[in-house]
């Protein structure tokens, strides 16, 4: 009988025993699964830091000194290009170009008024600088170049040849490929009347 009742409590004790493991298998499971997702977003959440703390802390490239910005311009006077510039510059035509831009320089500067007469509805033929028309400041033609909205053509449209207007400009520029200064239109006033004003770009100037 004592053998038999240790055999049941053998057999009873093991059962226990199998009922107690499984349960901890199962915890040490779940443990392992909960702490696992924690680990790794704890890991990510560190990572996104360190990217953030080195976009924050990335240094922002300091602008050109005057002494850099000559060095930059001799290199570039050396390229073909810059020969070429170089050599139109100290051309007649080019001399031209540059005497007109300086006739109207303070203008630009100061963005104030510039009385001007329509010559031309068209630019000179290959021109590549979008809707622009030709125009008389103080005796000398101009190239004069519109940046604009769609919605803004109607009215530049309706100018007119020998139209009388002002123009508000802050650019200025030339190139060897055109034998006139151009002029970037901000502000074109017809019979005391606004006609365009230049809307600026989203997310530009």
Partial sequence: MKNKKNALNGSDLSADRSILIKPTKNIKKVIYALILPLVVVSGLVFANREIKNETY???TPKPFSSAEREAELKKWEATPDGVKFKKWEASPAGKKVYAGAAKIRKHI???TNMEAVITSLSL???SLLGFGVMA???GVDYIVKFETE???LEQLYSLKVNDKIIIRSHNLSY???YSYPIVSGEY???DSKVIFKRVPRKGGC
Wanted: net charge positive.
């Fill in 57 to 59: 802390e990335r240094p």
């Fill in 109 to 111: 500067s100061a963005f």
């Fill in 124 to 126: 000179p033929p290959g």
């Fill in 136 to 138: 008389r400041i103080n």
């Fill in 150 to 152: 769609k919605s803004q």
């Fill in 175 to 177: 190139a060897p490929k």
């Fill in 188 to 190: 074109v006033e017809r």
